[in-house]
């Protein structure tokens, strides 16, 4: 089976986390989709694969390579989707021989994927391409990446001519909603190095990610009748406006590129009475990522000494950190990954990631995890679509990479 099969059987699946629930996995359509997992993974000769109670699968491809012993490594995707995107009810189409045209998704709707808005599209004229209907996401991230990881499984596992080293692969819950790793077993797992499956476009090795942290505004506003209402109300909506308004406007997500960071808003509510604000806050640069931190301690100091202390409290998390400088030290990661993608036809592309992916926590956690393309774009939005021949060179890379390893002591 390829991987683009294996991909529409997923989207069957409609596995998106949920940040507001307290449990691992955070839905149960993960179990459900995991446990499929396990048993496609014993039918291609996985005998150990298996699932925890916390929706982590991990399996072993054994080495075929007499008396070896060297590097394991491993291979990790995600099996949730994200919420805030229609994810359930997918409907997949193959174009082939894409012309490099508007592509209908929608009769009755009218929805386009069009080149002109979708440049990656022009990567792809010939190809075989996979979309939707244009009302859901495809949910190739990071679906994707587990069709890839399988595919090469069961190539490895059907031609024994192939020689490779202990290869270890591994699914995660929740990854979308930040939790991806947080009951990753590393030892468990037993891979000394590995890497995610869960980037963009073919040849992509990245290396590099943000440093990530949120922020939780509370602002305490006092009501009372409009009509009876001056110098006495203090409205925690325009307060928690205001505050907003303190932070650098050119600093927003939709402003920022390349090594630029942000500050994002991501959700607002309340009443006169209190509001709610939640930020993200994201730089490669960790001493720029402080800054952003005082950056809203100042502006809360600030409301507080106009509106009266305890107008505004603030709580900051940190979130995860740039894996780079846990990748620096094991750059035979990303030189073999480069040989990897060479070798197949493609062109290595490192770019820094404007994100995080579960291979950010798992490099400090001891599990040096450099990140790979998928073969797929649009991540997270109903323009999703992913190249066949794509995620077929992604496969190639997959068993390169374990080939190389075979023989790396």
């Known amino acids: 089976m390829r991987a683009y099969e294996r991909l529409i059987n997923y989207t069957k699946y409609a596995t998106a986390s949920d940040s507001q629930s307290n449990t691992c996995p955070s839905t149960p359509q993960q179990l459900i989709f995991g446990q499929a997992l396990v048993e496609e993974m014993k039918s291609i000769g996985i005998l150990d694969a298996n699932m925890d109670e916390n929706g982590y699968i991990f399996g072993t491809i054994e080495a075929n390579i007499d008396n070896w012993s060297g590097t394991v490594i491993g291979f990790i995707s995600h099996v949730d989707v994200v919420r805030d995107v229609p994810y359930k009810d997918i409907k ?18 009218n929805i386009i994927l069009s080149p002109k808005e979708f440049d990656t599209l022009n990567s792809y004229v010939g190809c075989d391409l996979l979309v939707t209907d244009g009302t859901t996401l495809l949910g190739a991230d990071d679906k994707a990446g587990i069709a890839e990881i399988l595919t090469a499984a069961e190539i490895l596992k059907n031609h024994p001519e192939i020689k490779h080293g202990t290869i270890k692969i591994g699914f995660t819950p929740d990854e979308e909603i ?32 943000f440093n990530a942290a949120s922020a939780k505004i509370v602002v305490n506003g006092t009501n009372i009748h409009p009509g009876a209402a001056k110098d006495k109300m203090k409205n925690a909506l325009l307060i928690g406006m205001e505050f907003n308004a303190l932070l650098p406007e050119a600093e927003r997500p939709e402003l920022t590129q390349g090594y630029e960071g942000f500050y994002h808003l991501t959700h607002m509510e309340g009443i006169v009475d209190e ?87 798992l490099s400090f956690m001891g599990l040096p995890c450099p990140n790979l393309g998928t073969g797929s774009h649009n991540h997270h939005g109903k323009m999703e679509y992913a190249c066949i021949q794509a995620m077929d060179q992604c496969v190639d890379v997959i068993i390169k990479i374990a080939e190389k390893y075979g023989v790396r002591k």
């Open 275 to 361: 509001a709610k604000l939640e930020y993200i806050l994201r730089d490669h640069d960790s001493a720029k990522l402080e800054e952003k931190k005082v950056m809203i301690q100042k502006a809360a100091e600030q409301i507080n000494a106009k509106y009266g202390e305890g107008t505004i409290h603030i709580e900051i998390a940190d979130s995860y950190r740039n894996m780079m400088e846990q990748i620096k030290p094991h750059w035979h990661l990303i030189d073999t990954a480069y040989e990897a993608v060479k070798e197949v036809g493609g062109t290595p592309i490192s770019v820094p990631v404007r994100g995080g992916t579960d291979g950010s926590r």
């Open 92 to 109: 997949t189409r193959l174009i082939e021989n894409y012309d490099g045209k508007d592509i209908l998704l929608n009769t009755d709707k």
């Open 178 to 209: 930040g939790r991806g790793a947080d009951l990753f077993d590393v030892p468990r797992f037993g891979a000394e190095f590995a890497y995610t499956l869960d980037g963009a476009a073919f040849g992509e090795v990245e290396y590099e990610t």
